[in-house]
């Protein structure tokens, strides 16, 4: 029998899970029970009460059997869950696990949800104005809605725009969260190789048995807002976003904005989904960039031994240069690497900025695909927002706020998604003319 949801303690973070399939079930949900008591799994929703993957290497378990792992209530759908008096109003925060084509339906009723309550809060506080003929010295504060979005954030440029322009949600890659990604992203926004001139990047992995098996629906079929699918939208999301997060894309002024793309695929011969890719990205500010990637390396990363993804970001500036390349599973095949044009003695040294810093481990560290532990640094960003955000709003109940807790901690990866999602679009465009495609920014 599910536990009926009591009020939460102190910074106890409420989060409910959208979508129960193969990367919910094996990763998302298992890294919220180990970050228990400081987050309570709150709710599970999926359409489907028996979710299935082909990717599982077991049966899934189906809503009421995880209901009864987790201590939670099920629900069939994000209505359901939010029109739920006793559970709705209660939630911090929500993952959306569900596939890429419907991330951007449950994301806007998240943030409208989010709204709602701000909105609420809003009404409140101008009543008790009203009733008190002088404005409040405290502000009524609403339950956040923090959101978690499983990568690509969506797949058409139009819900991209929207979404962006709702704002203030992680995106679940993994890669962007790494020590090591602070780190190059620091190395840039603070101008060490200068004004950057050429992005080279590409993206290898062993997952031809992913992208050419039609039962795979999700990862290799179209739906109409879709103009292609395949290793594009399953893979290059990844590296692409890295890429525009070191750049400080949301952070900093842009750099490398995308006004045209170029690109050649080529196809799985059993699904038709594109599975090598190779795309020439015009940019507003002159930099040329080059993307490529392919599904062909032999092996599994499930296997045993697990096989790699090979992955190779360089970019290059006026001042300098930085690398980051190497086998996902083997960190000691890569580093992050810099050089500098240092004025009057340009000798083409390496520096390895991680070498001997604390803190981050000195290797090729990229995607966080670990199911043990309490997940990736994309995770534990997005729990930290609900745990500062629910700790606030209690405290406002209490009639006690502490300034100190910091809430601006709520990560916005929404502009490096759009990024994203603009570039992987017009690559299905322009496969599909033959032509490069324009982006509208
Ligand atoms: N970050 C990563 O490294 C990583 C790795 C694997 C998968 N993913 C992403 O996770 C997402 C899910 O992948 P998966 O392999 O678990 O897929 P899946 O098909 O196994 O699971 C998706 C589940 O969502 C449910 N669902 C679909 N639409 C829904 C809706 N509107 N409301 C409620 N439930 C709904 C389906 O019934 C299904 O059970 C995808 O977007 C995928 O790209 C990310």
Known sequence: MAETPTREAQGEARIAVIGAGWW????????????????????????????VSTLASSPLLSLEELSQKYGCPHYKSMDDLLSDPEVGPTIDGAIVATSHASHYAVGTALLREGIHR???????????????????????????????????????????KKLWEMRAFVINHTASYRPQTKVAQQIITTNQIGRIRHISASMNGPLMWLFDDPKNEAWVSKTPSMNGN???WGQLAHVLAWTYNVLGAGSTEE???????????????NTGADVSLAAVITCKDGITFSLDGTALLPGSQYA?????????????????????????????TGRLELRRVVEGKDDGKSEYPCENMKG???GFYFEDGDPLGTGPGSMNAFLDACRASSQRFEQSLAGHIDESIDETSVVNDSL????????????????????PELIEN
Request: hydrophobic fraction near 35%.
């Open 118 to 160: 701000r909105k609420m809060a809003e009404g409140i506080e101008k009543e008790e104005e009203g009733v008190n003929k002088k404005p409040r010295h405290a502000q009524v504060l609403h339950r956040n809605m923090s959101i978690l979005m499983e990568k690509p954030m969506t797949t058409s440029v139009d819900e991209a």
């Open 255 to 269: 750099v490398a904005t995308p006004t045209k793309v170029y690109c050649n695929m080529s196809h799985a011969p």
């Open 230 to 232: 395949g290793y594009a």
């Open 304 to 332: 045993d031994p697990p096989i790699g993804k090979h992955i190779r970001v360089e970019m290059f500036g006026t001042k300098g240069s930085l690398m980051y390349k190497g086998d996902d599973k083997k960190p000691e």
């Open 416 to 435: 490096v998604g759009l990024r994203t999602v603009q570039i992987i679009d017009a690559m299905y465009r322009s496969s599909l003319s033959g032509l």
């Open 24 to 51: 919910a079930q094996g990763w998302h949900l298992p890294h919220l029970a180990a970050n228990a008591p400081s987050v309570k799994i709150a709710a599970i929703v999926d359409a489907n009460s028996n979710p």
């Open 360 to 362: 981050v481990d000195d």
